[in-house]
């Protein structure tokens, strides 16, 4: 089935997971090469093996520099405030942070 509206065939939602990073990671695993969302501005879009790449790449700078600025231990519990436009990369920095566990 092709969604009218979205490019590309619709697949059936996950089973019952328990967080969005959990989905997150069931579609990327499932659907690696369907798009998983589309900047309307630039019409650039990402699949989800593309969108979990750039999640993993903010993951891995935040990581850093929160280690490098903090005297917490970036595994313990963070509060991280975001002010971005919408954007694909804004998707995958809150994706980014909810992976961390931080909030």
């Known amino acids: 089935m092709v969604s009218p509206t979205l490019r590309g ?10 967080s969005v990073v959990e989905g997150f990671q069931w579609a990327v695993l499932s659907h690696p090469q ?12 990402l699949t989800y093996q593309q969108l979990a790449e750039l999640v993993s790449a903010i993951s891995r700078v935040l990581y850093s520099h929160l280690k490098q600025v ?8 963070l509060l991280v405030a975001l002010c971005m436009p919408p954007s694909p990369r804004l998707v995958a920095t809150i994706l980014a942070v909810m992976q961390m566990g931080a909030a």
Do not use: E, M, W, Y
Not at 9 to 18: C, M
Not at 34 to 45: C, E, G, K
């Open 9 to 18: 065939p619709i697949h059936p939602p996950p089973p019952l997971v328990g």
């Open 34 to 45: 369907t798009v998983a969302l589309i900047d309307a501005s630039t019409d650039v879009s």
């Open 70 to 77: 903090s005297n917490h231990n970036p595994d313990g519990d």
